[in-house]
């Protein structure tokens, strides 16, 4: 078979498959009421070993052959980070404000009761075998099903949020707030687990006391100055090429930071885009570049992940009942927790359950997460599949319920 051209061409051969296939299976979710960007989830794992690789794994390996990938790898970090930028320039701060005190309970819950559920679970994996890399401890096992299970799907919540027109919601802002804080805890926790496993304490100080710093200087340093991006947008009316490279520099900054401490470049993106002033620039900045980031970017993070799920493993043996019973372990541990923690926070019935109902997606952050522990050993492909097929089975559950709720009378007057 002839071989693809090499380089840069490969990259947009790629793309052009990438897009065509994010966009016929986004439409087929659209049409059995699912939001877009699930189709997009399936779409990568789709073209993946899954599918593509299993019916025609010669071409297959030849598209997405391992030296190309560095090309997609950086489109989707690029795609990701410009995506949480958008979103956090959308973000209600003042309604967080008013949030505040919901948002945090909701995450220590949604972090703390699936950390509870992964001592529960850690010692049955450990033992069941071929799950785990050999001389992995029970305490280490313990730390990486806690952030597994407790992980949110932030990126891809706040595009469900923002294509049922609820990004300014109270529902939207205190999900994605909530969202946020439990995220970086889950990435806290894989921090300290890739210490422990790989003798390297370092790597959790960097983590936790980075965050730390950076959201500070975000809020306080970054803040005090985004404000003059805003005068001088209203000086030249318009979005020169000088102030949107300021603004670029700024988010490359921002990612790189979180990339480097040991958090994810979607935590840059979105802290910077928080911090950006309200006014006619950031309405500016969301019509010029969501465009080209949701129809061309954004598919490469799915397509990413997905290169690297492998589904048919779930036949073999009694992985299903392995899987059976994390994935009821991980809904009740997520969903079940944050309705609670919302109903003790004050917050009515309805907002609670819709809280419990999007808390419990994972989407793509887990994917990440799980191609990490992959990578660096922790894991082992069958406990990959595993938990891919309940991030899979969390994340649809999502807006069929959600939709259903709202179609109760007074329900989206008591959410928004």
């Keep these: ?63 997405f052959a391992p030296e190309y990938r560095p090309y997609l790898n950086l489109g989707a970090q ?16 003042g309604m967080f404000k008013s949030r505040a005190r919901s948002a945090i309970a909701i995450s220590v819950s949604g972090i703390l009761v699936p950390f509870l559920m992964a001592c529960l679970l850690a010692t049955w994996l450990v033992s069941h075998g071929g799950l785990f890399a050999d001389n992995i401890s029970w305490s280490q096992a313990t730390l990486f099903l ?9 990126p891809m919540l706040a595009r469900v949020i923002q294509e049922q027109g609820l990004a300014n919601s109270k529902i939207g802002t ?16 894989m921090a300290l687990l890739l210490a422990s496993f790989n003798g390297d304490d370092s790597l959790f100080v960097k983590a936790v006391l980075g965050a730390v710093i950076f959201a500070g200087l975000m809020l306080t340093l970054v803040r005090r100055y985004a404000v003059r991006l805003e005068d001088w947008y209203l000086r030249e009316t318009r979005l020169t090429p000088r102030l949107l490279l300021v603004i670029l520099l700024l988010w490359v ?21 928080v911090v950006m002033p309200r006014g006619l620039l950031a309405s500016h900045l969301i019509k010029r570049l969501q465009p080209i980031v949701l129809i061309a970017l954004v598919p490469l993070f799915f397509t990413v992940s997905g290169l690297k799920t492998d589904l048919s493993l779930l036949a073999e043996g009694t992985l299903w009942q392995v899987a059976l019973a994390v994935i009821a372990a991980s809904i009740f541990a997520k969903a079940v927790a944050c309705y609670i923690a919302a109903r003790l926070c004050g917050e009515n019935h309805p907002m609670a359950l819709a809280v419990g109902i999007l808390m419990n997606a994972r989407g793509m952050m887990e994917l990440i997460l799980l191609n990490i522990a992959l990578q660096n050993g922790v894991i082992k492909a069958d406990l990959f ?20 709720l709202q179609r109760r009378p007074s329900f989206r007057q008591q959410i928004e």
Excluded: K
Aim: proline residues 3%; negative net charge; contains cysteine.
């Design 146 to 154: 806690g952030a597994a299970i407790g992980i949110t799907a932030f």
């Design 253 to 273: 900054v921002s990612v790189s930071t979180t990339e480097w401490i040991g958090l994810h470049a979607v935590f840059g993106g979105f802290v910077l885009g």
């Design 78 to 93: 690029v795609g990701i980070g410009l995506y949480m930028f958008l979103v956090g320039l959308d973000f209600d701060t």
């Design 385 to 404: 599949s595993v938990l891919v097929l309940m991030t899979i089975v969390t994340t649809m559950m999502a807006t069929p319920l959600f939709n259903y």
């Design 1 to 63: 078979m002839e071989q693809l051209p090499a380089g840069v061409s490969a990259f947009f051969i790629q793309l052009l498959v990438i897009l065509a296939v994010a966009r016929g299976v986004g439409a087929l979710a659209l049409q059995i009421g699912q939001p877009r960007v699930v189709g997009e989830m399936i779409a990568g794992i789709l073209l993946g070993p899954t599918l593509f690789g299993a019916l025609a794994p010669q071409l297959q390996q030849q598209l």
């Design 174 to 189: 205190l999900v994605l707030a909530a969202g946020a804080i439990d995220d970086v805890a889950a990435w806290c926790l």
